[in-house]
């Protein structure tokens, strides 16, 4: 192999490397949480749910459709007054219902990166296409029960930089 080449894949491989490590220096950390994952369960096949309200006056449907196969998992979440998940990101969409508590979210697809409040008995949802964070802004505990759709076997989270057009918490 000729010299000129070996270079440079061991430059190629010395700017892969600064640039994960960058990104991972960069990448913010959570902090005064605690965190329980009740489970994680793998559907093998094709998921398709289509259902419409069989109630008189009451308009509702819900559609979801997952292929070739999914992973769901479960996680309870408290936020200590301060405490904060870090900015991060999902594989996949992610609802979360806030059961004590208030919770702020950040989303860094938001120009002016807005804060969205949810208190007890309400939800979020995360689509997992951009970097948020959440936080408890408050003077008590939150607690949030969350529910991860995700491809089978990835990461439930990722974590992010801290986006430019949003506040250093």
Known sequence: MPKTRVLGIVVLGVILATTIYAG????TKGSGTTSTLLGRGTFD?????????EQPNQEWEVEMEAKPSLDVATQIITFQPGGQSGWHSHPGPVFVTVMSGAM?????DDPNCQPIVRTAG?????RGEHAHIARNES???ATNVVTYF???GAAL???QPQPSNCPSF
């Open 157 to 159: 989270r990722i974590d």
């Open 122 to 126: 309400q939800g979020y949802v995360d």
């Open 45 to 53: 096949e094709a998921v398709r749910v289509n259902r419409e309200s």
């Open 150 to 152: 995700a491809p089978v």
């Open 104 to 108: 702020t979210f950040y989303e860094a």
């Open 139 to 141: 003077a008590l505990p």
């Open 24 to 27: 991972l220096v960069r990448a």
